[in-house]
């Protein structure tokens, strides 16, 4: 039962929060922190249940036979997730005490997507979480375009554009699979997929799922409402959409992994590649990025980028028969799934407190406005030296055992070695970025002075910038980056989320690990010196030199969108009002027996005939805006049969 009401009782509780928001605004904030609470002890209950390394599984809920399970990885995220969530509830009173418009839709739609959430990462099948992925896109939708300006309006469609694309190519590649080896379970999966005879079409579907999920994940090149999603978010929501959304993408990424293409060496070797992609791109966007928010975005797709090359090199280690570095690298990136998480919740709601007492996030106009407020230093500080990897802090345990990961992959498969070897300096290269966009941040808003000192004097005169709740919801997350640092822990969870208790013995403080470490923060502090500060920085302000001409969106999908589908589209319309034109033509000519329409072209032979006729029958009919809505209803009662016939199966 805890695991049917951890899934349900956040949509039950949206609706009470809904009708309390609109008679008692307070009671509205009270109910929504305590289910939050309440959510986050049931997970923990359930994790602690689950200590001993058993699996629960519950199918056959409702009519529609969702399931879900239970095992080490599942209910740690569970609570990851309601961690969460119970930060962010407890910051966003004080977020949004000065809006009024909106928070009701706010409220509904966050509580309903903490079930949906959660509803993913405790499936029991990958129908269960294609059901709960998709409601949780539609939900967070609302997050985007809460403040509804021009920016918000545009990249919420750009984000609900990407996630119905990436939907539909996620319910293609399920469709795919159940139809080549019979099941979507979890616990059939592994056994299914290996007696399948057809491995190309469990490849292809594999392949269908990695770009429905990788478009939640923000991985390139379907990256692109990530940057532009969250800055416009509030950062309550922004936390959420960093810290866990992006996980949502992924645990089903890594599910079809495990359970049906583990062994798969050409998949792990797609998912590499698109991860060293993303984690390069992503870090490259972050140093040149001037917007506080924007530059946390593209950290989490540069981070998203370190875990999905986990997930690849986890996929070709096993395929060439290396179980030390299977064990190595899964734990690896299980870690940096719960540590990044921390990590932006603390960071964006850092980012949070700058905004609600500013109102900015341009760094020249921020710049300098936390030189006095040593709390707010002190936690993001902890979140920089965790996603930098510093040792002792969370980040260095994770990105060290995906380090180690590679450097596995290089002494195993010989024959691409020296591909592995530069991934390897790609992977340290990123993390260098990583530590200089980080360091160029905590520089500008903490340490450095404001080029205005009329507006530096007001930033450091005494006063409230944030409430005791607020206080307690970052620098309680700050706190895990120091805990989750320490390997007695570390090693521990990793064992828990991952079954393997091989990372217990895991050294992460040898001289060799310390020196990839000290290599990418040497890379960091020289780009930051050389770059930031030498050619970043125009007359003394920070300058985006990032061309606007390479935006994916503007460059390719929109122009793309614009001319190509269009054009598929209208052929196929028009395919569809030839065949409406035959069958009014048809009706009209037997059973209201009407006459040849005069003085029709005979030079065209028969087709012109037909076609002028076709054209004078069906004139008053297409015409109608009634047979618009009519073809519009049947086109969606032709998708939903679609889904539900597949969905019985």
Known sequence: MLVLWLVFSPFIGALIAYGLGRRHEKARDYFAIALTVL???????????????????YSGFLVTGLSFEVDGFKSAYAVITALM??????????????????????????LMTLGATEGVMLSGDLMTAFIFFEILSFTSFTWVIHEQTKDAVKAGYTYLFIAVIGGLVLFMGLALLYHEIGTLSFM??????DACPNRSVIRAAGFCILLGF?????????????????????????????????????????????HALVEDFLFGAVVLIAGLITMFLGAVLGVFSVNLKRTLAC????????ILTGVGMLTMLSAAGSEEG??????????????????K???????????????????DV??????????????????????????????????????????????????????LKAAEWVFLFSGGLTFCYMLKLFICIFVEKNADPERQARYDAPGPYMNTASAIAILGSSVFCILLGQPFLSTRLGAFMSGNHHILHFKAFTLTNLKGGAISLGIGAVLYLAAVRGLLKKDGHYANYWPKVLDLEDLVYRPLLAKAVFLIWCVLFRIMEMSTDCIIMLARKTVLREKHVKNRPRRFGLAGVMAAEFTEAAKPIVTNFSFALLMTCLGIIVMLFTIVYFAVL
């Open 39 to 57: 959510e986050l002890v049931l997970a923990v209950v359930l994790a602690v249940f689950n200590s001993g390394g058993g699996f629960q599984q």
């Open 326 to 343: 299977y064990a190595i690298a899964l734990p690896g990136l299980m870690l940096h799934m719960v540590n990044h998480s921390i990590i």
């Open 366 to 419: 921020i710049r300098g406005w936390g030189r006095n407020k040593n709390r707010l230093k002190l936690a993001f500080a902890l979140g920089a030296l965790g996603i930098s990897g510093v040792p002792l802090m969370n980040g260095y345990m994770s990105k060290t055992l995906l380090h180690e990961g590679i450097v596995e992959g290089i002494h195993i498969i010989h024959e691409i070695a020296p591909y």
């Open 299 to 306: 950290s989490s797709m540069s981070q998203i980028g370190f």
């Open 188 to 193: 059939d999966l592994r056994a299914a997929a």
């Open 345 to 363: 919740l603390t960071l964006f709601m850092a980012a949070g407190v700058v905004v609600m007492n500013l109102h900015a996030l341009e760094l």
């Open 214 to 258: 990788g478009c939640k994940a923000g991985m390139f090149p379907v990256h692109v409402w990530l940057p532009k999603a969250h800055p416009v978010a509030p950062s309550p929501a922004s936390a959420l959409l960093s810290g866990v959304l992006t996980k949502v993408g992924i645990y089903g990424i890594l599910m079809i992994t495990l």
């Open 85 to 110: 969530w119970a930060g962010t509830t407890l910051f966003a009173p004080e977020y949004f005490e000065h809006e009024k418009e909106g928070l009701e839709r706010y409220w509904l739609f966050i």
